[in-house]
């Protein structure tokens, strides 16, 4: 018997009851295109999560004060404070710290002749766009006599510079910033969406500035964001500031932290966790699909090896062996669930390739790796072999005089 | 040496209580070449004879030998290889594949004797012609009349160059204009050198043949050779 002799059995087969086919296979399409579409969206998510964090380097790191050691039975509620005073501490105590700035944020209209435009505001110092690695375009960042004097000056991102139409020539142009007059002195580099956040939307004034805009209270509540020396240090970097910080805010031994300190690889590592486990429950949730399309493959098949009981006699009286029809039945099944797999990878990757259409920003095209699409494919294969031995089994041990009396 | 030697072939089937000799001690040899009618009643045996000898089945006791295999020992894989080889099926109810181009079914034994397709093709459309459908090898079963639907499936049995032509009431679906040709079929086949053998109750049909055995209850009761085909009325 000639192998391949058998695909052009299985196809003709389905192909004359396609209707039932696509049916049976509905499970394994929808499974295997859950599994594209997830993998899809999760690769790019994680893309371009990693392509941010790797942008602000390994060695940058995050001070937040940490609002969750305040509560507990029987603690005296204090009030948490984390204060630029820390942040200038940590600079000139904490050796392997290169730059560091405070920020505070907050919302806040923001104006220029008859064009108002909501946006999100950040108190920073001139050490922002090293930080964040985020260079200005045209104009200038915040120098240290601009801090000094608490100038009411602005760096805008570009798109504040199109929702306000402050032209092609911004710097110098005076806006309000909420009810804080203000100078624009630069513009942000161009970049796009980060995790939801459109990093164009976004006003930076100087942080002293910034108080007298929401207030001396928000300078209890900043955060610090910093880059160590080189990312060899930075978990000794963290335990320096840790320790200093204790000292600071006269933490007991026996007392949690009122902050946290997060490094670059912690940040990406604990994204990657979430998506992690949302890939586990699609993922089991696609088991059992790809079950319950295993079991309509059986179902189908062993209706096919009833209704085909004559063509198997016919078959075996002409010379056809157990084995023959075992394989021809089996192939049947294995490219009936392939058949699904294919249809399911391909409107997986329609989904992806819809999602990442629609989300705004530098998402990625669709991107399937291959082992996300072998993954599909011998999954498929497997079912199919699983849930089509024992139809096939019934077909080749049929007896030949029997099957060929079958009306 | 014949070609098929049966000796002393029970066959017994379990049914329950009931203990039914299909077959009961029968001796039958044909030789290659000859063109035999087996006959009877129905319940005398007849189509069990003809799943043994068509290795579709095997004796309870006794021996058979087909062109010098002792076949009564043969697993399941040796019988299918021997069906393929030895013998070629013709049906009373034409048993082709629904819905498949009547090239493909006379392809069929050859898929199953690993021939390549090119091969394949070209012996299938030979033994098409040679049963006069050589102009319908693309029409499905259900496009051909009930004679045609025949002399696809006999070019099927054909197809392998089997040593035997193994018929089980090839007419008993034809009328009876149709069931003549047929059976000139067989006749112009067995002159080309075929061993033909005819499973039939109709004396009609059975006249055709050079040799004509008689079934009772699992025997032979009667095996008559005559000299020369006699006339069809």
């Given amino acids: 018997m000639i192998f391949s002799e058998n695909f052009r059995i299985a196809f003709r087969a389905l192909w004359a009851n396609k209707m039932r086919s696509v049916l049976t296979t509905l499970g394994i399409i929808i499974g295997v295109a859950a599994v594209i579409a997830v993998v899809s969206i999760v690769q790019g998510l994680q893309h371009v999560i990693n392509q941010q964090f790797q942008g602000v380097g390994a060695t940058y790191m995050m001070v937040l004060p940490n609002q969750q050691s305040q509560q507990g039975p029987g603690v005296v509620a204090k009030q948490v404070k984390l204060t630029w005073e820390d942040g200038q501490a940590i600079r000139e105590q904490v050796p392997g710290v290169r730059l560091i700035t405070p920020v505070v944020l907050g919302p806040e209209t923001v104006k220029y002749r008859q064009r108002q435009h909501d946006t999100l505001v950040l108190g920073v110092n001139g050490d922002w766009p090293d930080v964040s690695n985020h260079a200005v375009d045209r104009g200038r960042f915040f120098s240290a006599i601009d801090l000094a004097h608490r100038r009411k000056v602005a760096v805008v991102g570009e798109e504040v510079v199109q929702e306000l139409r402050l032209g092609a020539n911004p710097v110098g142009k005076e806006i309000y910033v909420g009810s804080l007059p203000a100078t624009v002195i630069g513009v942000m580099e161009e970049r796009g969406q980060f995790i939801g956040q459109n990093i164009d939307d976004l006003v930076f004034i100087p942080f002293d500035t910034s108080l007298q805009l929401f207030g001396r209270r928000a300078a209890d509540q900043v955060q610090l964001r910093l880059q160590a020396r080189d990312a060899t240090v930075t978990e000794q970097v963290r335990d320096s500031i840790a320790r200093l910080l204790r000292q600071r805010h006269r933490i007991g031994p026996d007392d949690e932290d009122d902050f946290q300190v997060l490094l670059q690889d912690e940040i990406v590592r604990s994204v990657n966790s979430i998506l992690g486990s949302v890939t586990a429950v699609v993922a089991a949730v696609v088991g059992v699909a790809l079950l319950v399309g295993g079991i309509g493959i059986m179902n189908i098949m062993l209706v096919s090896v009833t209704e085909r009981t004559r063509e198997i006699g016919i078959r075996k009286s002409v010379g056809a062996r157990r084995q023959d029809i075992l394989v021809q039945f089996l192939i049947e099944a294995v490219t009936l669930s392939l058949v699904g797999g294919a249809l399911g990878v391909s409107i997986g990757y329609g989904i992806g390739a819809l999602v990442a259409g629609i989300l705004p920003g530098d998402w990625p095209a669709a991107f399937v790796p291959l082992w996300a699409i072998a993954l599909a494919f011998g999954f498929s294969a497997l079912v199919g072999i699983f849930f089509g031995i024992y139809p096939a089994g019934k077909a080749a041990q049929l007896d030949p005089i029997e099957a060929l009396r079958y009306e | ?233």
Avoid: W
């Fill in chain 2, 1 to 233: 040496m014949p070609l098929i030697e049966i000796r002393d072939v029970h066959k017994v089937y379990d049914m329950g209580a009931e203990r039914v000799r299909a077959l009961d001690g029968l001796d039958l040899e044909i030789e290659e070449g000859d063109y035999v009618a087996i006959m009877g009643a129905s319940g005398s045996g007849k189509s069990t004879l003809m799943n043994v000898i068509g290795c579709l089945d095997r004796p309870s006791s006794g021996s058979y030998v087909l062109n010098g295999t002792s076949v009564a020992e043969l697993g399941d894989s040796e019988l299918a290889a021997i069906r393929n080889r030895e013998i070629g099926f013709v049906f009373q109810t034409f048993n082709l594949l629904p819905r498949t181009s009547a090239l493909h079914n006379v392809e069929l034994p050859l898929i199953y004797a690993g021939v390549a397709r090119r091969e394949r093709r070209q012996r299938a459309s030979e033994a098409l012609a040679r049963v006069g459908l050589a102009d319908r090898s693309h029409h499905q079963p259900n496009e051909l009349s009930g004679g045609q639907r025949q002399r696809v499936a006999i070019a099927r049995a054909l197809v392998n160059d089997p040593s035997i032509l193994l018929a089980d009431e090839p007419t008993g679906n034809l009328d009876s204009v149709t069931s003549q040709e047929i059976i000139e079929l067989f006749d112009a086949l067995h002159d080309g050198g075929n061993t033909v053998i005819l499973v039939t109750h109709e004396s009609d049909i059975a006249r055709h043949s050079r040799r004509q055995v008689m079934l009772r209850d699992g025997r032979v009761v009667e095996d008559v050779a005559p000299a020369a085909r006699e006339e069809p009325r």
